[in-house]
């Protein structure tokens, strides 16, 4: 009840704040043109023209976007945000900036009062970045009278963030809000006054939202690369202005760079952990470019994550706890789960975030089961609360473990790393022990996953699971999910799982314990499709029945493929295929 009643408050003040600022001075023009700096596709750019928006898990067919009825909040959240504006100067035709333009003005007409939902600050932010940084498209072609309501919406909306950036939430959207107002206090004839308090507002956000590490409290990989995408654009900005820079930016920038290259596999794409996904090919590399930081080697944890890595083969693993507060609403329960990518191709996966594809299929990507982790039937790791609003998902992670620990081993002949948690030990008394261990060739990833009930309260309790399961033993599943490329079969008669790459490489996957071996469907849930991609996992089904159980497994190269293999093959996110609008 009191979330519900501060969201309509914090609803209530945006809308009051937007009306305020229809007084606001309008801009006078541009201190200097900006020049683009996000990057977006052609083929979304011309699917758009035509007038196909596939935003959030929704396509929506229309020339006339303010008029329709979104289908979903996100959808809603990502037409007002007007990222979409990237791919539309990507196609860069006659068609696109005419359908750019258009809809522009048709905005400012229908909302550039104060109106609608477009009215928050990251929204706004987000909003009047795409504006600056295609300017030239958007006023190209036009009379200097048919470009002043762009300028007076342009005044309005910054006016509006330096009244609300305070109420963005933490991370991603307050730097959303506030790279916004930077970034317009500096480009736009008039709203100068805006300029120092928009660098120190962003500075004190760099000390306070970013962590020692150059994490985020949400532990979301993309969000991070979002953040230090902004803070690039930011520090473009005033290099440009030639005004001094806040030693906090710069400290900010220094620390998250190594972080996100922690966290990022062979194939250059980002861990899928808390709600994240791979990240816009390219946005890292340009960021690290702007920004201009040196490369160090390669930390071994950050935000939370644990790496290993060998020749080509990249592994990262969630070791840490679970996003606690208001970050616990999009985290997701995947203690000691692990991807794993070798060279140009992601093999194990997590399933990813369902946020697109509604709030059943939000719940679902959240859960132990949708990552490659040992889970016990019928439990995650960590368990779900109540969501204020529960038909747009985003329920709070709650009983989740106490704790979580982490220990590396460095020899000659590879890295090692033993993890636990106890986030079944309230449950079930049990707690999980992972053991992963890859050679420095990347060849061979050797596991051990165990349950164990380690002291006499935790027995106790899994004496009590026992007897009210009438001795049948608590049920618990090994899962291992594979990318959709990935073409696994069973082999040797169901005592081994081949997988096969786009690449050439062969993967085999064996086991020694207890259990039965399938496999089984799962998906694969990636922003901009319509629908979840299906995939495979293997699963390792297996019974506990005393108060340990442990299962052996390999996973392995099956011949010696070179370090460096020719794979020119463009990945589906990359290239963009035709079906990218189809629900395959």
Known sequence: MDEGWAARKLRWGNRRAARAVRRAPPAKGFTSMPEPRTVGFFAKGRQLASGNFLLHGHMVETLHPWDIEPPSMGFAAELHGMAWLDHLAANGDRTARLAAQGWVHDWITKFGEGEGPGWEP??????????LHHAFFLTAGREAYENTPFFTALGRQTAFLAKRWTFAAPGLPRFEALTGLLYAAYAL??????????????????????????????????????????????LSVLMDAEVPIPDAIEHAVARIAPCLRT????????ARFHGG???????????????????????????????????RTSLLIDAGKPPSGSASHQAHASM????????????IVSSGSGVPFGPEWEKAGRATNSHSTLSIDGWSSARF??????????????????????????????????????GYVATHGLTHIRTLSLDHGGRVLLGEDSLAALDPPHRKTFEEVLTRGKMRGVSYALRFHLHPDADASLDLNGSAVSV???SGEIWVFRFDGPGRMSLEPSVYLEKGRLAPRPCQQIVVRAVILDDSAQINW????????????????????LALPRDLFTLE
């Not at 990251?122 to 504006?131: I, M, S």
């Open 122 to 131: 990251d929204l706004t932010g987000r909003r009047v970045l795409r504006w």
């Open 189 to 234: 004839l008039g709203m100068e006054e805006y300029r120092l308090d928009a660098a120190k507002a962003l500075a004190r956000a760099c000390t306070t939202d970013i962590a020692e590490d150059g994490g985020l409290p949400g532990r979301n990989p993309e969000e991070v690369l979002e953040v230090f995408t902004l803070l690039s654009w930011a």
């Open 263 to 270: 966290l990022r596999h062979a194939d250059g794409g980002l």
């Open 277 to 311: 996904g791979r990240g816009m090919e390219g946005r890292l590399e340009n960021a690290l470019a702007i920004a201009d930081v040196p490369v160090r080697p390669m930390r071994p944890t950050a935000m939370g994550f644990a790496r290993l890595e060998g020749g």
């Open 336 to 347: 000691l789960a692990f991807e794993l990518t070798s060279n140009r191709r992601p093999l």
């Open 385 to 422: 609360g109540r969501a204020s609003r529960p038909e747009e998902g985003g329920a709070p992670l709650v009983d989740g473990p106490s704790l979580v620990t982490m220990h590396r081993t460095d020899e000659r002949d590879g890295s090692s790393l033993l993890l636990s948690h106890d």
């Open 500 to 502: 096969a790459l786009p």
């Open 554 to 573: 390999t996973l392995a190269k099956a011949q010696d493929t070179p370090l460096a293999i020719r794979d020119i093959g463009r990945d589906d996110d």
